[in-house]
């Protein structure tokens, strides 16, 4: 008699694996590619794959999209994973397309995570998609510019999958609990609020999100007759977040960022770490915080203390690398740093001032003066013609006109004269000052 073991039992498949699509009628999202008439869905149902690289954050669909390809082609298809192989496996691999190409069968090449291979990983599919031995179609989540060769991606067309909406998810949380894969075959009463505020908490991650699901109703309260109810209480205790810090429309989501903002304009350093640490303890994306306070660096710090936007921006970079919970100090750092820096939004006006000029006058032709005579038809018409490269005078200034003849005399930016931008401040007006006495080289 064989001898079953507890590694013999069949381990059941969490939810998301269980209710992943298997054809592009099921699949949700990514719409601006699997539309009708778009050129991915296009060329999947005309089983006219080439190589491609699939990029966008976790839980959008990247392996499922590589699977339905699967299903449909008539190549044969082989999974593999970046986490868990090296050389020798892409080398066994490659062998065996190779002779599958010998014998007239195309291969599908599926990498997941591909921007975990090395540089001499990559090089080794190089050769075989060159000569069409394989197809290559890898997952990354991490831009393919800095993280995938150049010779391996000018091989590939890039597709960004992009976070599905609040409504996507829903939706699929909706079908999860009436499909016989998912909790179809039992009663589950969920208010229509609660599978909103999961949406909104999953980030885009449908992964996450039906994650999130079969938490909440594994450990929702049971009745007499087998019907399970989730309540706010189970949903905040699966998630360790408070749900009531989110209605159903979103709105304190924008009420919440508002405070930060308005916070950090105030020089409120300890409001805007309250409002901060309620948000991330609510689930906000530590990243899309970290957004706002980048723009906030150059929106309402901008020249006043330029170092603001480097700080910043290295916050951003580290919840990337780090996430919830170890990047809440970083955002910390950052949110204080820009509520007690001088504030100047001498950046924003200049810019929308210049916006509506820019968009009211667009034919405004480049002034011949600044305009690079690189042929002998242009220097004929006088392109480029008196020009003054500044750094042949002493002042390192030119009284050259740079605006369109309809804009001169127009002036955009005015510095607050705070912080660093008070030295901007009078550097720039002894240079209108400069100018304005030389205004007369002009005209001769």
Not at 77 to 105: C, H, L, P
Not at 176 to 195: C, E, P, S, W, Y
Not at 310 to 323: D, K, N, R, T
Request: with cysteine.
């Amino acid at each position: 008699m064989e001898q079953i073991s507890l590694f013999d039992r069949e381990m059941p498949q969490p939810l998301a694996a269980k209710l992943r699509p298997s054809t592009l009628e099921e699949y949700v999202g990514q719409g601006h590619l699997l539309g009708k008439g778009k050129v991915l869905r296009r060329l999947i149902e005309q089983d006219q794959i080439s190589s491609m690289i699939f990029w966008g954050p976790p839980g959008v669909g990247k392996t499922t999209l590589a699977r339905i390809i699967a299903n449909r082609t008539k190549s044969s298809f082989i999974d593999f994973s970046a986490v868990t192989s090296g050389i020798k496996e892409i080398r066994t691999v490659m062998e065996q397309a190779e002779k599958n190409r010998q014998y007239g069968v195309r291969t599908i090449l599926f990498v997941d995570e591909i921007h975990r291979f090395n540089k001499a990983q990559q090089d080794a599919f190089l050769p075989f998609v060159e000569k069409g031995s394989i197809i290559l179609i890898g997952a990354t989540t991490e831009n393919p510019s800095f993280e995938i060769n150049s010779a391996l991606l000018s091989r590939c067309k890039v597709f960004v999958l992009q976070a599905l909406t609040a409504q996507e998810i829903k939706a699929l949380l909706s079908h999860a609990l009436k499909d016989q894969r998912g909790f179809g075959n039992q009663t589950v009463r969920i208010d229509d609020a609660l599978l909103e505020t999961i949406a909104v908490f999953a980030n885009g991650d449908a992964r996450n999100a039906l994650s999130t699901l079969e938490m909440v109703v594994l450990n929702g309260e049971m009745d007499a007759e087998g019907a399970v109810t989730v309540t706010k209480e189970t949903l905040e205790q699966c998630t360790m977040r408070k749900s009531l810090l989110y209605d159903k429309k979103g709105e304190e989501h924008y009420n919440l960022i508002s405070a930060l903002h308005k916070s950090m304009r105030n020089s409120d350093p300890d409001a805007a770490v309250y409002w901060l640490a309620r948000m991330l303890e609510a689930g906000e994306d530590p990243l899309y915080v970290a957004r706002r306070v980048v723009r906030f660096a150059s929106e309402d710090v901008g020249l006043a203390d330029p170092q603001a936007l480097q700080i910043a921006v290295a916050a951003y970079q580290a919840c990337h690398f780090l996430g919830m919970p170890e990047c809440n100090v970083h955002l910390t750092q950052a949110v204080v740093y820009v509520a007690l820096a001088p504030k100047s939004n001498a950046m924003e006006v200049s810019y929308n001032e210049a916006k509506v000029d820019a968009t009211k006058d667009l034919a405004e032709p480049v002034p011949l003066v600044i305009r690079n005579g690189v042929t002998g038809l242009m220097r004929e018409l006088e392109y480029g013609k008196g020009y003054q490269y500044a750094h042949d005078t002493e002042e390192k200034l030119t009284n050259m006109q740079c605006l369109p003849d309809a804009l001169v005399g127009r002036e955009y930016y005015r510095p607050a004269g705070m912080g660093e931008e008070a030295a901007l401040k009078k550097r720039l007006e002894e240079i209108k000052a400069w100018k304005k006495a030389h205004a007369a080289e002009l005209l001769t």
